[in-house]
């Protein structure tokens, strides 16, 4: 029996000693779809080949620079996540990823705003509701991803999945949804599958890594085949990433993935931990 979720890997994480082309041709052959990050840093052109034979792209970030508290940071997210769909468009991807403010590219905000003040919330929802209005005309989804401040990300404001949650449930548009990263609630929040329970109504995707470390499913704490099952048993069928680096061979780490979101792999690992 397989899964009954669509998944997907990020490339920017696993294969990292191949060129990035390379990574999406073996991440691809080994059946799954393909999540991307700042589509700036990619030859487009070389994507848009990689699409004619036969990769499915998932996600990717959508916008470059800007942030959801202030006016003029949020003109320019929606001035660069409108150049964003367009790239979208032409790889035939589904959902854009957003953040709480604009990360340089080691994760870490341009402008850190580690207290979101009341005005700060006013302000997100108002940007929020433009970007749900231009996925709305453009016919894709963007996705509000929760982060950790305490490891990968300090300074981030609207961090949680809980206030991703409350800013996705606000507007209240179905091309706004939530990007639940099991990984980074871990690490702020716990409770994983009371989470998802609760942010099923909005949940665009699912990320995984495990933790500590960040790699692979069963290579931490986290008991993803329980976490798997549950969100079989409350009806979620969409995708679920892995957002993790290998901890050694890159395809025994996608395939662990794989077991852990699989009816059998729930069952093995269940029966493990009896």
Known sequence: MGTPFTLAVSSEMVFVDLPVVERIRRIHALGFEVEI????????DALVAL???GVVFSSMTGYVRGRLTDDEGADELLATAAESVAVARRLGIPRLNLHGTGLDDRGLPVRPEPVATGPMWLAAERTLRRVAALGEREGVT????????AVDHPG?????????LALVAGVDNPHLKLML????????????????????????EVQVADVPGRCEPGTGEIAYPAVARALAEMGYAGTVGLEAYASGDPEVALERFRAAFSPEGAVRELSARA
């Open 37 to 44: 990050w700042d589509w700036t840093r990619h030859d487009v």
């Open 181 to 204: 990263d099991l990984y980074h609630a871990q690490i702020g929040e716990g409770n994983l599958i009371q989470l998802c329970r609760s942010a099923l109504p909005h949940l665009g």
């Open 51 to 53: 699409r004619e034979e």
């Open 142 to 149: 963007f996705v509000l991803e929760n982060l950790n401040t």
């Open 156 to 164: 981030v404001p609207f961090a949680t999945a809980a206030d991703c």
